[in-house]
C-alpha cells in the first residue's frame, strides 16, 4: 500500500509500508478499542484538522457549562508579522474544571464511590484510598479554606508539595474558586521556589513539614522558609500567608517530625490542619471564562530564567480529557498509573485533570522505583492491577539495568498499554519495555509533547497505529506538525529539519506570564506562522516523525521518573557565581540511564586551584541555585575555552570533545585550536 495523502498533499502514513519493523498490537487485547484500527484514526483526524468547528463541539458536549459555548471556537494568530500572538478557544463560554472533574462525575455520571486515587506512599506500608465523593469533599474544604486566606478568583497561589493527595486538592481547590495555580517542583531550591514566587507574585503558599524521598529525609519546610526570606530580601514580597502540611509524623516514621526542625514564623505559617478545621464541605464553582487562566508552570528558558507558561481552563480541559480517552484506550475499568511528579506538566495533565476529567482510577505515587527494592513499582501495578502505566525512558533504562529477574516475582498480566514520555526513547529500552515489562502484549505508546503544548501532540493510539521503536509516530487529533529547514522552508514527503506546528489545537499554551515579548520571541518569530518545538525532528517514508533531540541550548535531564528540560544558560549562571570561576560553558552529554547529563568546563580566576574540593563546591552550587535534578555529573579544569575571533564560545566543539568525538570537523573560525588539544587530553572518561 502506498503511503495516504491527506487534502493538503502531505504524506501520512500507510500501515502497510513500515521503514523498517513495526510492531502491532495483539489482536483480540482491544476489541472495544475508541479508534479500532488506522482508517478510523485517519478519518477522525481528517474531521479534526478539515472540520475542527464540528469536532471540538462533540467533545465539548460532554462537559458541563454555566454558559454554553456559542460562536467561534477558535481564533489566532500564529503570524508576527500580522500582529499580536494569540490563542483564543471558546471565549465567552463559561464553565469551571473543578466542577467538571469532581461534581460532574459525582452528581452527573454516578461515579461518586469509584475510587479517584490509589495514593500509595513512599513507604509501601502507607496508603489511602480516595474516592470521587472523597476528593470533592476535600477539595471543597480546601477552596473554602482558601478563601478564608483571602484567596480570588485570579490570585496565585505556589504549591510546593511532595506527591501527597494534598496536593491535588489544593490544586483542584484553586480551579475551583478562580485562583492561578502556580506549582513548583519540591526537588526545586530555595532559590528557583522565590524565583518562581517573585515571578507570578503569589499571594499564598502551600507547603509540607517534609517528606522521605527513597530513605532521605528532606526538610521541605526549611527550603520553603529559606525562599520567602530571600522574597522578602527582594523588598517585593508577594506571600501573606505559608500554609503547611504535616506530613511526616502521621504517615513515615513517627519520629520523623522530632528529626525534622520545622522552621517557624508565627506571623506568616498556619498548619493545614489548623486551617481547615471546621471549614464546611461545599463550595460553590467559580464560573470562569472560557480564556481566564487556569494555571502557571516554569519551564527552562534558554536564556537562564525560567518562563511561566500560562493555560487557560476550556481548550486544557478540552485537549487533556481527548487526549487521556484516545492515547491510552481509556476504558472504565482501568487501573492507570503515570510514575511522574505533578510537579512536572506530565502530572497536571495526566494525573490530575486528563484522568479525573474521565472519571478514571489512578494510582498517585508518593516513591522511587528503586526504595524499598528494585521490584517497587512491578509490585504496585500487581497490587492495583493497573492496566495503563505511563513513565519516562530514565525510569525503563533504571531498571533495566536489574534485569528480569525483578519483575518475574510479580503478575503483570493485568497490564494493556504502556506509556513513554520526556525524551526520545531509544529502541533497546522501547524494545525491554515491549518485550519483558509488556510480554510483547502492549503496545509501547511513545508520547511527544511539551509544557507549552498541554497535552500529547505527537503520539500513536494502542488500538490503531502500527509502532516503531524510536518513534513518536503520528500527530493527535487537531495537531498539524510541518518540518521547516534553516530557511523556513516546509519540506516535503521525507525530511529532517525543525518540527514545528502550523495551527493551534485547543490546549496550546497561551502565553508566557507577563511577558509578550518572551512568548513571541520563543516560540513565534524564528519562522513566522509557525509554532516552534525547539526540537529537531525527521519524517520517514512513512510520514512518521522521529524526534532527533533539542535544536537549542537546552537539555532533557531526568530525575528517577521523569525527563525535564534545562537550560544549559542557567546552569553556567549558577557554576560562575562561585568565587573562584571565571568563565563556565556547559553542554550536554549522553548518559546510559537518564539519556543525558551535564557535562561543565570552567575556567578559573588566576592562581586558583583545580581540584576536588573545587568540585564538589561547584557541584553544590548548581543544587542550591536550581535543585538536585541540575547537578552536573562531569566538571572539567579548562584553561582555554574554544572561541571564534569573535569571542564565540564553540558549543559544538566542547560537545564533541565531552563525547570524545574526535573528528572534529571545520575549526578555522577558532581563535586558538591548541585549546581543544588541551581540552581533549584532560577529559573525563567515566563519571567524576
Ligand atoms: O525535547 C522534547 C522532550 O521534552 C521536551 C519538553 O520538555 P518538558 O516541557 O519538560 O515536558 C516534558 C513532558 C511532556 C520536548 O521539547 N520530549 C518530551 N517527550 C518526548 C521528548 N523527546 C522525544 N520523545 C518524546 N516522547
Same mark, same amino acid.
Given at each position: 500500500m502506498s503511503p495516504v495523502s491527506d487534502s493538503s498533499n502531505r504524506v501520512i502514513p500507510g500501515p502497510q509500508e513500515p521503514e523498517e519493523k513495526t510492531y502491532h498490537p495483539s489482536d483480540g487485547l482491544f476489541t472495544d478499542a475508541h479508534v479500532p484500527d488506522f482508517d478510523a484514526y485517519l478519518a477522525l483526524y481528517k474531521k479534526s484538522t478539515e472540520e475542527p468547528e464540528e469536532f471540538w463541539a462533540d467533545v465539548a458536549q460532554e462537559f458541563y457549562w454555566k454558559k454554553p459555548p456559542s460562536g467561534q471556537m477558535l481564533q489566532f494568530n500564529f503570524d508576527v508579522n500580522k500582529g499580536n500572538i494569540y490563542i483564543k478557544f471558546m471565549e465567552g463560554a463559561k464553565t469551571n474544571i473543578c466542577y467538571n472533574v469532581l461534581d460532574r462525575n459525582v452528581h452527573e455520571r454516578n461515579l461518586g464511590e469509584k475510587v479517584a486515587y490509589y495514593w500509595e506512599g513512599n513507604s509501601p506500608n502507607h496508603h489511602q484510598t480516595i474516592t470521587y465523593n472523597q476528593l470533592l469533599r476535600n477539595v471543597c474544604r480546601c477552596a473554602n479554606a482558601l478563601k478564608l486566606l483571602g484567596v480570588k478568583k485570579g490570585d496565585r497561589v505556589a504549591i510546593y508539595l511532595p506527591m501527597i493527595p494534598e496536593l491535588v486538592y489544593t490544586m483542584l481547590a484553586c480551579a475551583r474558586i478562580g485562583a492561578v495555580h502556580s506549582i513548583v517542583f519540591a526537588g526545586f531550591s530555595s532559590e528557583s521556589l522565590c524565583e518562581r514566587i517573585m515571578d507570578a507574585q503569589c499571594n499564598i503558599l502551600v507547603t509540607a513539614d517534609g517528606v522521605y524521598r527513597g530513605d532521605k529525609l528532606i526538610n521541605l519546610k526549611k527550603t520553603a522558609s529559606e525562599a520567602l526570606e530571600r522574597c522578602k530580601e527582594s523588598m517585593a514580597s508577594s506571600v501573606q500567608k505559608c500554609v503547611v502540611v504535616k506530613h511526616n509524623a502521621f504517615r513515615t516514621n513517627s519520629d520523623a517530625s522530632n528529626k525534622l526542625q520545622t522552621p517557624w514564623d508565627e506571623s506568616c505559617d498556619i498548619w493545614w490542619a489548623d486551617l481547615m478545621? =471546621?471549614?464546611?464541605?461545599e463550595c460553590e464553582p467559580e464560573w470562569m471564562d472560557s480564556e481566564d487562566p487556569l494555571f502557571i508552570l516554569y519551564t527552562s528558558g534558554s536564556t537562564g530564567k525560567p518562563k511561566g507558561v500560562v493555560h487557560t481552563v476550556t481548550g486544557y480541559m478540552l485537549y487533556t480529557s481527548l487526549t487521556f480517552k484516545y492515547v491510552f484506550d481509556y476504558h472504565h475499568d482501568d487501573v492507570y498509573w503515570c510514575?511522574?511528579?505533578? =510537579?512536572w506538566i506530565t502530572g497536571h495533565s495526566y494525573i490530575t485533570y486528563g484522568p479525573l476529567a474521565n472519571g478514571a482510577t489512578s494510582v498517585l505515587f508518593e516513591g522511587v522505583p528503586v526504595y524499598p527494592h528494585v521490584g517497587r513499582l512491578w509490585e504496585i501495578i500487581e497490587k492495583y492491577g493497573v492496566s495503563k502505566f505511563y513513565t519516562a525512558p530514565t525510569a525503563i533504562r533504571l531498571l533495566m539495568k536489574y534485569g528480569r529477574e525483578p519483575l518475574q516475582q510479580y503478575d503483570l498480566s493485568s497490564l494493556r498499554v504502556l506509556g513513554t514520555v520526556g525524551e526520545p526513547i531509544n529502541p533497546e529500552a522501547w524494545l525491554w519495555y515491549y518485550d519483558v515489562v509488556g510480554q510483547q502484549r502492549c503496545p509501547v505508546i511513545d508520547t511527544f509533547w511539551q509544557t507549552e503544548t498541554g497535552g500529547h501532540v505527537l503520539t500513536p493510539l494502542p488500538a490503531a497505529t502500527p509502532l516503531k521503536p524510536g518513534s513518536a509516530t503520528c500527530p493527535f487529533f487537531g495537531v498539524q506538525p510541518a518540518v521547516l529547514n534553516e530557511h523556513g522552508e516546509e519540506l516535503e514527503g521525507e525530511a529532517e529539519g525543525y518540527l514545528v506546528f502550523r495551527k493551534p489545537w485547543p490546549g496550546i499554551m497561551r502565553g508566557v506570564y507577563g511577558n509578550q515579548e518572551r512568548f513571541e520571541s520563543t516560540y513565534f518569530r524564528k519562522f513566522p506562522g509557525f509554532y516552534v518545538t525547539g526540537d529537531g525532528c525527521r519524517r520517514d517514508k512513512d510520514g512518521y516523525y522521529w524526534i532527533t533531540g533539542r535544536i537549542d541550548d537546552m537539555l532533557n535531564v531526568s530525575d528517577v521518573c521523569s525527563g525535564h528540560l534545562l537550560s544549559t544558560a542557567e546552569v553556567e549562571a549558577a557554576l560562575t557565581e562561585h568565587p573562584s570561576v571565571a568563565e563556565a560553558a556547559v553542554v550536554s552529554r549522553p548518559h546510559a540511564v537518564k539519556g543525558e547529563c551535564l557535562y561543565c568546563f570552567v575556567t578559573l580566576k588566576d592562581h586558583k586551584e583545580f581540584n576536588r574540593t573545587l568540585m564538589e563546591e561547584l557541584k553544590r552550587k548548581v543544587r542550591e541555585k536550581i535543585g538536585p535534578i541540575a547537578t552536573p555529573d562531569f566538571i572539567q579544569n579548562a584553561p582555554g575555552l574554544p572561541k571564534t575571533r569573535s569571542g564565540k564560545i564553540m558549543r559544538r566543539v566542547l560537545r564533541q570533545i565531552a563525547r570524545n568525538e574526535k573528528d572534529l570537523g571545520d575549526l578555522s573560525t577558532l581563535a586558538d585550536p591548541k585549546v581543544v588539544e588541551v581540552l581533549f587530553s584532560q577529559r573525563w572518561e567515566a563519571a567524576a
Open positions: 478545621d =471546621g471549614v464546611s464541605d510514575t511522574a511528579d505533578i =510537579g
